[in-house]
């Protein structure tokens, strides 16, 4: 069975651009969230979707959003980008939101370099 | 406020070495705790989980974690390290509704 798969993998913009990342979750998982990783630094919580509404956010600016369409894949829009926006951004899915017995699965990142 | 934090930021140690990660954890209630590791150049991976019960958790790869509610921590541990572990170790925690929250991580390096 496939992971969670991200796109794209890597990412260049500059100062001031937009920037859309993809997520598919595992087949079957209904909850996505999404995280960003800051070099040196464990992974900061961004929002959590779950049946296509958002169920958790974390303390970042309006910049961000994000989405989540029928099929459960989910995108993370960021815009007016700054360099502190540099990081790896990572998805995870689990099975629904609300049981905290469920193992969040990652996928394997995108890392956004803003110039 | 919730937080995770991690004890040590870097570690190295030989083979066969034993090693112990500290995690410490601010959370009021319940509290679910992980432990999670990335390979490099791969993603995060789940080493072990608790959410109650024993509060000895045995994971993959020969791994372990103890749960001490008094000490509010969550101690990963493995006998004897193999090179093949070297990798970044992230202890988490979640709460009602699944958000983890993550430790800065220690870097971990098994020399041969």
């Known amino acids: 069975d496939a992971g969670v798969t991200q796109s794209p993998t890597h990412l260049i913009k500059t100062r001031g651009q937009q920037v859309t990342l993809r997520c598919s979750p595992i087949?079957?998982?209904?909850?996505v969230s999404w995280y960003q990783q800051v070099l040196g630094q464990g992974p900061q919580f961004i929002f959590q979707?779950?049946?296509?509404?958002?169920?958790g956010r974390g303390n970042f600016p309006d910049r961000f959003s994000a989405r989540q369409f029928p099929n459960y894949s989910s995108e993370l829009n960021v815009n007016a980008l700054l360099l502190g926006d540099s990081a790896l951004y990572l998805c995870?899915?689990?099975?629904?939101?609300?049981?905290?017995?469920?193992?969040?699965?990652f996928g394997p990142g995108t890392r956004l370099t803003v110039l | 406020a919730q937080s995770v934090s991690q004890h040590n930021h870097h570690v190295i140690l030989s083979e066969a070495a034993s090693l112990e990660l500290g995690c410490n954890y601010s959370?009021?209630?319940?509290?679910?705790l992980f432990w999670y590791v990335q390979y490099p150049g791969q993603h995060l991976q789940l080493l072990l989980k608790y959410f109650s019960g024993d509060p000895l958790v045995k994971g993959i790869k020969g791994f372990e974690a103890e749960f001490i509610k008094s000490k509010f921590s969550f101690n990963l541990r493995k006998p004897s390290v193999q090179w093949s572990d070297t990798a970044e170790y992230f202890c988490a925690a979640t709460d009602s509704w699944g958000k983890l929250q993550f430790g800065a991580g220690t870097q971990v390096v098994v020399t041969p």
């Open positions: 995870a899915s689990r099975p629904i939101a609300g049981e905290i017995t469920d193992t969040q699965y």
């Open positions: 959370y009021g209630g319940t509290v679910n």
């Open positions: 087949s079957g998982h209904k909850s």
């Open positions: 979707y779950y049946e296509k509404e958002e169920r």
